[in-house]
């Protein structure tokens, strides 16, 4: 038997070490979770998770109005630095169209007329020239972008900062900054930039999304926490996975180029806007505002998302309130629990490679419960778990490997002595392996015994009784293998067969009943090889007796610890015993007791029947002659 065919424990037994097992893969594996360098494998499966999701459901609070090529062409001699009027006009319409909020994802560093009075430009055009950009930031509509990190905070020109209304920097500007992971993905958000002011009298901005989100509900940017969709947020809380609404191109958008159209205000489709948040970004061919989220990863990414969309993807997310949660440490250590708990009750009972399909299989379950999980906007931790259950599979199968082997080769030591090395390795295959320590199990027991033995023996020198035995026994054994017998002992010229034990019957008593008729056959052939090897000696004729009963036995390890054999006690032996006695009396090869009948389920023909009383019994006992098993009847 190959090394890798490992021993399998009792369907009833949960080792000990199996617990020890259980309680180092998932303390391991919750290592493993906290691990910083872990985090990478389970971000893979959150980013698969949203590529598998596609479009969660349609944006309904924002809306990106894109500066492309189209609107470019508008202008086509002017640089973006001197687009502040165009910027004014577009401003203008949304304002007038009913929009909620504007936001200005692009750094105004310089304003034109900073510009223009550097190259000497003293004209009252020249000193006018974001005066209409100047009167749309003064409605308090807009909010411009800015810049804050650990090192510096960047704002706008000053002359966009002074029209803001109140001069409320915190109000009105916002960082752009986006966070990316280790991997350079954006994934989170927050209520605050990464980096904080290192001058005292610089503000303290929030992020650029979360103030456009504060803006359309109408809250303060002053206070310490908000809510959004009944999610509450807090000033200095941790950042939170993002939501996206779904790969690039999910947010609608409109051409920055049809606001600056006559009759823009007259547009069904630029009227739909009422209501909205908008955000005006970069979105042509060339800029470098473009980023690694979620969908772009894997084999099949989709394309970089624009830094404006991002913005937008978190806005949507916090007004609508969809924001990922993630289970504590309880919650991860029961589900490691669990699947672990599955995995080894399976992995007890099964070789190695079904054992393996069946950790796929896990593993499988860990990613869809996952997959489930993330619908409900609830992030698992699934490589933690699957990396639990390979290292129970491993703890199980190296555990079986180095101590089945072991028990495998103690096994066929003890049975070999009773069943043929086929029925030893079926049993080791068995799902179920004996009690050698002693069980009560439902079996049938074999009793034959040679007739008139004495007699024979006293007329045939001590080593032709030898040969004799030798010779009837090598075939009687073989009948009795054949049925799956256990040959328990040979009493002098007695054989004591069991069926049903070690390797579970279920059809023992119907083996038992065949077995005693190929005994049977076998006693009417050595007749002639007796007449032939000892002609002339005027032996009686040979034959032989076999009792047959059903029910149940100890069987296991029974003596003393100098010596101890595997056998079956109790009222089921010491019956079938005074079966075999019995054929004397009545005349008749074998006889078989009603339980054994019963079991038999098959047509069994019967010659004489009587109830009788065997020493040691109060109660009768019920047995026939047994002649035959109807053709067609026995079982293959």
Request: with cysteine.
């Given at each position: ?18 617990w ?8 391991l ?39 492309d ?41 310089t ?13 009252q055009a020249?000193?006018?020239?974001d ?57 989170r ?20 999304p ?29 950042l ?58 894997g ?91 390979v ?20 096994l ?45 023996s ?85 034959g ?93």
């Open positions: 038997m190959s090394p890798l065919r490992l021993f399998r424990p009792s369907s009833r037994s949960w080792p000990w070490w199996a020890l097992v259980l309680m180092l893969a998932v303390g594996s919750e290592g493993l979770g906290r691990w910083e360098g872990w985090t990478g494998i389970e971000q893979w499966y959150g980013d698969a998770w949203f590529r598998s999701r596609g479009v969660a459901q349609p944006p309904q609070q924002v809306v990106l109005v894109k500066l090529e189209a609107t470019l062409g508008l202008f086509p001699d002017e640089p973006l630095v001197f687009w502040t009027p165009h910027y004014a006009r577009a401003c203008a319409v949304l304002r007038q169209l009913g929009v909620k909020v504007i936001g200005m994802d692009m750094l105004f560093s304003s034109p007329e900073h510009w223009l009075s550097k190259l000497g430009g003293q004209s020249a000193r006018e020239f005066q209409a950009f100047r009167q749309e930031l003064a409605q308090g509509r807009i909010v411009l972008a800015g810049m804050q990190s650990a090192r510096e905070t960047l704002l706008p020109a000053v002359d966009f900062l002074l029209p803001l209304p109140d001069f409320d920097l915190p109000r009105f500007i916002g960082a752009a900054d986006m966070v990316p992971d280790p991997d350079g993905t954006i994934r958000i927050g209520a605050l930039p990464p980096g904080r002011p290192q001058r005292p009298d610089m503000p303290q901005l929030l992020t650029l979360f103030l456009l989100a504060l803006h359309a509900t109408g809250q303060s940017p002053q206070a310490e926490s908000w809510r959004f969709a009944g999610q509450s947020w807090q000033r200095d809380g941790e939170r996975p993002l939501v996206y609404a779904g790969p690039p191109g999910t947010i609608p958008g409109v051409s920055l180029s049809r606001l600056l159209q006559p009759g823009a205000l007259d547009d069904p489709e630029l009227r739909a806007l009422a209501g909205k948040v908008v955000i005006i970004g970069a979105s042509y061919g060339g800029m470098n505002d473009v980023h690694v989220t979620p969908y772009g990863r084999l099949f990414g989709a394309p970089l998302m624009l830094g404006a969309e991002i913005q937008a993807q978190s806005v949507e997310a916090i007004l609508s309130g969809r924001m990922l949660t993630t289970l504590g440490t309880s919650g991860r250590l029961a589900g490691a629990v669990l699947l672990v708990l599955f995995g080894i009750l399976a992995w007890l009972r099964l070789d190695w490679p079904r054992g393996g399909l069946a950790l796929l299989g896990l593993l499988l379950a860990a990613a869809v419960l996952g997959r489930l999980a993330f619908a409900g906007l609830a992030l698992w931790p699934v490589a933690q778990w699957q990396a639990a259950l290292l129970a599979w491993c703890g199980v199968y190296g555990w079986r490997f180095s101590h089945g082997e072991r028990e495998h080769q103690r066929r030591r003890i049975f070999s002595r009773y069943v043929e090395p086929q029925v030893i390795e079926t049993l080791l295959a068995s799902p179920q392996l004996p009690q050698l320590g002693g069980e009560s199990v439902e079996v049938t027991v074999l009793f034959s015994d040679i007739r008139n033995f004495t007699t024979i006293e007329q045939l020198a001590p080593e032709e009784v030898v040969e004799m035995l030798n010779t009837y026994f090598e075939r009687a054994c073989a009948v009795l293998a054949a049925e799956g017998g256990c040959i328990d002992k040979f009493i002098g010229d007695a054989i004591m067969v069991e069926f049903g034990m070690p390797l579970r019957q279920p059809d023992h008593a119907l083996r038992a009943i065949r077995a005693g008729l190929a005994l049977c056959d076998v006693a009417r052939s050595f007749r002639e090889w007796m007449t032939a090897r000892f002609p002339g000696r005027a032996l009686p004729e040979f032989i007796g076999v009792g047959i009963h059903t029910g149940p036995a100890v069987v296991g390890n029974i003596g003393a610890s100098s010596r101890m054999e595997y056998t079956a006690i109790g009222d089921t032996v010491n019956l079938a015993s005074r079966l075999e006695g019995q054929t004397r009396i009545l005349h008749c090869d074998m006889l078989v007791s009603a339980e054994t009948l019963a079991g038999t389920g098959a047509v069994v023909r019967t010659g004489q029947t009587a109830v009788i009383t065997v020493k040691g019994r109060v109660h009768p006992v019920s047995v026939a002659e047994v002649l035959a098993i109807e053709k067609g009847k026995d079982d293959a």
